[in-house]
């Protein structure tokens, strides 16, 4: 675990620093949201047990920083996101589930800006990386994590101030691989609100 967490804390620190690398400016973003979850078809016991664990809407909070290229962005991103799960549902009925599903994540990001009337702005684009997910659930799935490729695609809308910070809300479509050997992947869509400065 402790590896995992100081690959985690590596890959952070090297994809915060490369974007800004001789950018004309900085820029510094935090945000946060609410996701709405897929549900996720699973199998237990070599294909004894089928069926599907659904998961609650749930929450992402996260900050970036990069460079800022003529209309694109670059940036290193950290989040962290978590849900409960609500039941485990099979051949035999639903089954209520006690537990979670999370994920701290470090991506690599690309923004393209299309600038509008005023200061009002738009701007789509994705990212991927690597996050450390965990599953925590004391009736049916059990504790486990492991480390799984994430990649995120969305975009959003912004209103950019003359002193540099911009106010907005956007949009995210998340997918986490399998977590450890439960097969519960964490896919998500996600609307933020976000407030980024640029120096």
Known sequence: MA???FTTAALAVGLVAIPA???AETQVR???GVSENQNSDVTYYYGSYQG???IDSGFVVGAAYGGVYGNWVLEG???FRE???EEFT???GPDELDGDISATAVMANAWYNFPLSGNFGVYVGGGAGLAQAEISEENVIGDDDSMEFIWQVGGGVNFRTASGYAFGVGYRHVEIGDVGTTGVELNSDEVIVEVSRRF
């Open 3 to 5: 590896n995992k967490w």
């Open 30 to 32: 935090i945000f946060g």
């Open 90 to 92: 099979w051949t035999y």
């Open 77 to 79: 991103e950290l989040s």
């Open 83 to 85: 849900s409960d799960l």
């Open 21 to 23: 690398v001789a950018s």
């Open 52 to 54: 599907e664990v659904s």
